[in-house]
Nanobody, 126 residues
Framework: QVQLVESGGGLVQAGDSLRLACAAS????????MGWFRQAPGKEREFVAA?????????YTEDSMKGRFTISRDKAKNMVYLQLTSLTPEDTAVYYC??????????????????WGQGTQVTVSS
């Protein structure tokens, strides 16, 4: 089992930045990928970014968010971060951290993430 806990969300103004954090615990040795998704009210959960956990920290960010959002990891601390910059009201959502432990997966497909945190709310005012 893997447990994930997100933190760092909050209420900010347009143009501000936030750094979200996700702490992993439990069987972290079984993790292959850590990712971030977000879900706005009335919308489906969508992929934001993901990073390889066991290898060279290869990462992938959704095209529409490249240049504003950056994922990083600290394996020694079992932490994954998501740096959000130049936030707009359209970025308002609950941000979730997820983990993939299976060996066959697609980083962008939420069904492949077997573990999720409880989410952290990001609200951006105009």
């Amino acid at each position: 089992q893997v447990q994930l806990v997100e933190s760092g969300g909050g209420l900010v103004q347009a143009g501000d930045s936030l750094r979200l954090a996700c702490a992993a615990s439990g069987r972290t040795s079984s993790i292959n990928v850590m990712g971030w998704f977000r879900q706005a009210p009335g919308k489906e959960r969508e992929f934001v970014a993901a990073t390889d956990w066991k290898g060279l920290a290869t990462s992938y960010t959704e095209d529409s968010m490249k240049g504003r959002f950056t994922i990083s990891r600290d394996k020694a601390k079992n932490m994954v971060y998501l740096q959000l910059t130049s936030l707009t009201p359209e970025d308002t959502a609950v941000y979730y951290c997820g983990a993939i432990t299976s060996n066959v997966y697609n980083w962008r497909r939420r069904e492949d993430y077997g573990y999720w945190g409880q989410g952290t709310q990001v609200t951006v005012s105009s």
